[in-house]
């Protein structure tokens, strides 16, 4: 039963990681109703702009801001030089050139910065945490929870930032009706780049995060991979529903791939580890096939 | 005219369909005779285009009750509805836009086509007689409608006019018993709505198609509808021939009240 | 001047619907047929055999079976390569299992047990659309790769998976020198393509076109929008696994699980991205540009770095072609979204204009 928990607290805090780049996938689909596939590059490309600063000598402060300069940049461009000449295009085709955009990137970061697997120490320690060992046994990684922590004070940091500033509230109109926000004067496009800074700013996150627990890599790029079946459980347009299904693709992915395997061993003799690489998308389509608006959203007529 | 109006092949009974909380349709009930042109009136908003989908299955109502043909249903199915001879324009034009015009048009008889996919793939006989069996009767649709010259061109590209004309003709490709049409002069000027009048007529004259219309110029509607229902807030407040329609104190009210 | 179709009057319905009713693209077809059956066995040497023209059209069948599902039925899908790899791993079974079993046999089987699969996978396009639907198809990529890795009974218990082929006999003849194994793929490819064009062109097209342009139309009209997409699923995946067979028996010998990987499938969506979406004529052309590209780059960049006299190691060059695959899948979306077939087209009809521009 320890063994359980350990296993069920393991995977909902790297389940809250994976709530944070699809965090990035939703903030992005809300305002402009853009599937970025290229998340997870982006994700690379901030985690390697910052240790590309960090190696150049800068504090970690200054290359964070330094990253997320770099990553507004990449966001003002991609509206200008990509999304302002598309927008008659139908989403699926969108969504084809943020593939194109995620090779783009997949090449252009390790061309700024080398292409080796960087380490990165952002003063966060991975031990087990001692209260909890003690008095429940369980293994519960310090870092993890710090991350997850973390992850956590964005999402209610954006939360507020929608709420209550001019901007975040321009923001929601424009994810509400495109139209309306048009009419009223609010510039789509500047909206557009800002939203893609502000996804730039989460993958920035979420890439010091994975970056620093398992080096900066090429790899970093799958997180999008993680992400994808989180949209479809939670739905592309809700925050709560990216959260949520994190929490729930973290979780039992890790269980699946725990308890799984061995039942397999038993019937077909043989070795069925990772699992974990298909089980959330299994789960996500089983998930849909019963309730195919997903956790959070209403369901919809088309309307003719 | 020539054409005899018939009994009712069409009867909705309390019909009620409701979107959340929106309650776009309210025990509305009315009939359709064989051979006639019914219109459905109302302002925006009435549950006019709702009626439509209800009738040919696009909405399923949570009330009511449809009689086709002597048959009783709870909601129509898209497939049973197209099977049975509906067919239907949309109000805000539903072609396949990536389309020719000619393969548009021969999509609207699909159902009529029986070869099966291997058939077409080795271009069998008779997905080949068929292909040019049906292509004669399409070509008497695009005749009727004077669009031979855009046979070819992806509906896409033509002008909004020429698409209204294309919808009405993948409709009268399947050779319906009853046409629905949602709105199919909005938007035209005042020849092309002249020139839509004179197909609908047509049809209903020489074909002896039966035609449910929605129309927002009365002009029009006073001019060729045998029947008039009047719906305002998803409720019926006016039924009768156009005479009686016009005099109608509720139906006058509700049009004051929300001036278009 | 000579590409015209005036005074090539269509007498009747039947001339109208060939699929090339204008006569010069008929002569022009036939010449490639001539070239590509005759003249190119006689000339090409064994590195383009099978550096280049066995890929090329073992892509585009692929490129094709994708198109069929994309491009002509709308719905959006990140897992042909996994299909391949059915097919590859099916035709690799009979073949091993079955005592004399002919290949042809085993490749159409190849292709049924890709389609039973597509068919699965396709279920959930009754109930989700669009990105969903494309986000779905990831699992059967991620699914069929591990299954293929984990059960050692898929690759008759070699070891990760990997199979390496036996040879091919057709009819007691052996196809085992290139050229012979080329015209093999060829023969295959060509039907295939004309049972596709043929497919596009009738009723089964126009159903998947319709529900593709606007689906709750197309059910109007009495379409079934199941049948249809679940056909499309099928018939698409048919070709990804017979393609997919070819690519272990025809082109590599030997292949493994992982060599069907995600990346397989983008390239492949690639090519009709490239090619055209919705184009048969597209899938060869885009299979082309695709596989030809890193050829092209692989010979210019180490030329471009002598000339500007910068040293590109492996990994630069290879960083270079990432970026200039992301960069031109951007560039066709957004300056001709329908690809290297509607140039094509262009090209044509400019040409028919000629020598008068206007
Ligand atoms: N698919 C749907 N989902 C949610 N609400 C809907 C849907 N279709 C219609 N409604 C609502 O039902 C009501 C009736 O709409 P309907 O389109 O039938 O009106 P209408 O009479 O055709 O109006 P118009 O003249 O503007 O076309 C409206 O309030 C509309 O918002
Ligand atoms: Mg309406």
Redesign the pocket.
């Known amino acids: 039963m320890q063994f359980f928990f350990e296993v069920l607290i393991g995977g909902l805090l790297s389940g809250i990681m994976y709530s944070l780049v699809a965090l990035g996938f939703v903030l992005i689909y809300k305002a402009s109703g853009v599937f970025n596939f290229a998340q997870g590059a982006m994700v690379y490309f901030a985690a390697l702009s910052l240790v590309g600063c960090l190696e150049k000598g800068a504090p970690l402060w200054l290359a964070f801001i330094l990253a997320f300069v770099i990553m507004t940049l990449l966001g003002i461009a991609t509206e200008k030089f990509v999304l302002r000449k598309m927008v008659n295009q139908s989403p699926i085709a969108l969504f084809m050139a943020t593939i194109g955009l995620a090779f783009f990137i997949e090449g252009l970061a390790p061309m700024l910065w080398g292409n080796q697997v960087w380490p990165l120490d952002i003063g966060l320690v991975d031990e087990p945490i001692g209260w909890i060992l003690d008095r429940y046994n369980i293994v519960v990684s310090s870092f993890d929870l710090t991350a997850a922590g973390l992850a956590m004070a964005l999402v209610a940091g954006l939360a507020l930032f929608f709420q209550y500033t001019r901007v975040g509230r321009a923001l929601r109109a424009v994810a509400d009706d495109h139209q309306a926000a048009l009419s009223i004067g609010i510039p789509l496009q500047h909206i557009w780049a800002l939203v893609w800074a502000v996804a730039g700013f989460v993958a920035l996150v979420a890439g010091m995060l994975w970056g620093s627990r398992n080096g900066v890599q090429y790899a970093l790029t799958f997180t999008a991979l993680k992400a994808l079946p989180v949209l479809i459980l939670g739905g592309f347009t809700s925050v709560p529903g990216a959260i949520v299904g994190g929490l729930i693709i973290g979780a039992s992915e890790k269980l699946a791939e725990i308890y799984i395997p061995p039942v397999l061993t038993d019937i077909f003799g043989g070795n069925f580890g990772g699992i974990e690489n298909w089980f959330p998308y299994v789960l996500a389509l089983l998930f849909l096939l019963v309730r195919p608006e997903g956790l959070f959203g209403e369901r ?4 003719v | 005219m020539a054409r005899q109006i018939g009994g009712v092949i069409l009867d909705l009974k309390n019909i009620s369909l409701r ?2 909380g ?1 309650k ?1 349709l309210t025990d509305i009930s009315f009939d359709v005779r064989e051979h006639e042109i019914r219109a459905i009136i ?10 439509l989908n209800v009738i040919n299955g696009v ?1 399923r109502p949570q009330e009511g009750e449809i009689i086709f043909r002597g048959e009783h249903r709870r909601d129509m199915d898209t497939h049973a509805a197209a099977e049975a001879g509906i067919a239907r324009t949309f ?1 805000n034009i539903a072609l396949f836009k990536g389309m020719t015009v000619l393969d548009n048009l021969m999509a609207g008889r699909n159902l009529k086509m029986k070869a099966n996919f291997l058939q077409h793939a080795f271009w069998w006989g008779p997905a080949k007689r068929e292909e040019l069996a049906h292509r004669r009767k399409v070509e008497e649709v695009i005749d009727f409608l004077d669009i031979e010259h855009i046979r070819k061109t992806p509906v896409g590209r033509l002008p909004y006019g020429l698409q209204k004309r294309v919808e009405l003709g993948r409709a009268l490709a399947a050779e319906p018993q009853i046409l629905l049409l949602d ?1 199919p002069m909005a938007g035209m000027n005042v020849e092309e709505k002249q020139d839509m009048c004179r197909f609908i007529l047509d049809v209903n004259d020489q074909l002896g198609t039966t035609i449910v219309l ?1 129309e ?1 110029d009365m002009g029009v509607v006073m001019d060729i509808s045998d029947r008039v229902v009047v ?1 305002d807030y ?1 409720k019926k407040i006016g039924d009768g021939v156009p005479d009686e329609v016009k005099s109608n104190p509720e139906v006058i009210a509700a049009y004051l009240g929300t001036q278009h | 001047m000579f590409y015209r179709e005036t005074g090539q009057f269509k007498t009747s319905y039947a001339a109208d619907q060939q699929i090339f009713p204008i006569r010069q693209d008929r002569i022009g077809i036939m010449l490639l047929l001539v070239v590509a059956f005759v003249v190119v066995p006689l000339v090409a040497s064994n590195y383009w055999f099978n550096a280049i023209l066995i890929p090329f059209l073992i892509f585009s069948l692929a490129a094709l079976g994708l198109n069929i599902l994309t491009g002509y039925a709308g719905q959006l899908s990140l897992g042909s390569a996994a299909f391949m790899a059915v097919g590859a791993y099916a035709a690799y079974n009979f073949q091993v299992r079955v005592e004399g079993m002919p290949i042809l046999a085993s490749f159409v089987l190849a292709g049924l047990t890709a389609a039973g699969v597509g068919i699965l996978f396709g279920l959930p396009s009754l109930r989700i659309k669009g990105f969903y639907l494309a986000v779905a198809t990831l699992a059967a990529q991620f699914f069929i790769v591990w299954c293929l890795t984990k059960f050692p009974y898929l690759s008759n218990n070699s070891s990760s998976g990997v199979i390496s082929v036996p040879g091919i006999e057709v009819f007691g003849m052996k196809f085992d020198a290139p050229q012979e194994r080329y015209l093999l793929v060829l023969a295959i490819v060509a039907l295939l393509a004309l049972a596709a064009k043929n497919m596009v062109r009738s009723t089964t097209g126009r159903a998947w076109m319709a529900v593709r342009d606007m689906d709750v139309a197309a059910e109007v009209i009495g379409i079934r929008l199941m049948c249809t997409k679940l056909l499309a699923f099928a018939v698409s995946s048919f070709y990804c696994g017979v393609a997919g067979a070819l690519y272990a028996f025809c082109y590599l010998g030997s292949v493994e699980p992982d060599g069907f990987s995600l990346d397989l499938s983008f390239k492949i969506l690639f090519m009709i991205i490239v090619g055209g979406v919705g184009s048969v004529l597209g899938s060869f052309l885009g299979a082309a540009f695709i596989l030809l590209l890193p050829i092209f780059l692989d010979i210019f960049l180490p030329w471009l770095s002598g000339v500007l006299q910068l040293p590109f190691d492996g990994a630069t060059v290879s960083h270079i072609q990432l970026m200039v695959f992301g960069a031109l899948i951007m560039f066709f979306l957004i300056v001709e979204p329908h690809g290297l077939a509607r140039l094509w087209q262009i090209g044509k009809e400019k040409l028919r204009l000629w020598p008068f521009p206007h």
């Open positions: 919809h007529i088309d309307r | 979107f959340g929106v776009a109302g302002p925006n908003g009435a549950g006019k285009s709702s009626m909405y109000q709105e929605i927002h719906l998803g």
